[in-house]
C-alpha cells in the first residue's frame, strides 16, 4: 500500500524557515503530479504549491517568492522548502500526490492540485501531517 508521510514541520519565529519533507513508500513512480497543503482549525485544506513531472510548479500567491516546491526521485522524497515565515504561515501542513502528470499546463497547476485534494479527501487518504507554528 502506499503511504506517504510528511515530518520536518516545528515551531519557529517570524522570519524563520522549514523543509518539510514527504516520503513515499511502497511505490516506485516515475509520473507525479504533487502537491503542498495546509489546514487550520475550521477552515478547509488549501494546496499551497504544486509540481508536475516535468519540473513545472506553482504555488499559492499567498506563499509565492517565499515557498519552494521540490521533488528527489532518487530518494522518493517531495519537500518544501519555506523561508520568510509568516504567523499566518501557521498550520498543519500535508501532501498529496497522482501518479500520473497533472495534465494542465503550469500556470494552471494550483487547479489540479485543489482537485487532487478533493479526491484525497473524499477517499480518506490524508496522512498525519506535519504541524509548523510561527510566532510573531
Known sequence: QVRLVES???SVQAGGSLRLSC???GYTYTSYCMGWFRQVP?????GVAAIDSDGSTN????????FTISEDNAKRILYLQMNSLKPEDTAMYYCAADWDRCGLPAESLMTAI??????WTHLGKWG????VT???
Open 8 to 10: 520536518g514541520g516545528g
Open 23 to 25: 516520503a513515499v513508500f
Open 42 to 46: 475550521g477552515a478547509e485544506r488549501e
Open 59 to 66: 504555488y499559492a500567491d499567498s506563499v509565492k517568492g517565499r
Open 114 to 119: 485543489q482537485n487532487l485534494g478533493v479526491i
Open 128 to 131: 498525519q501531517g506535519t504541524q
Open 134 to 136: 510561527v510566532s510573531s
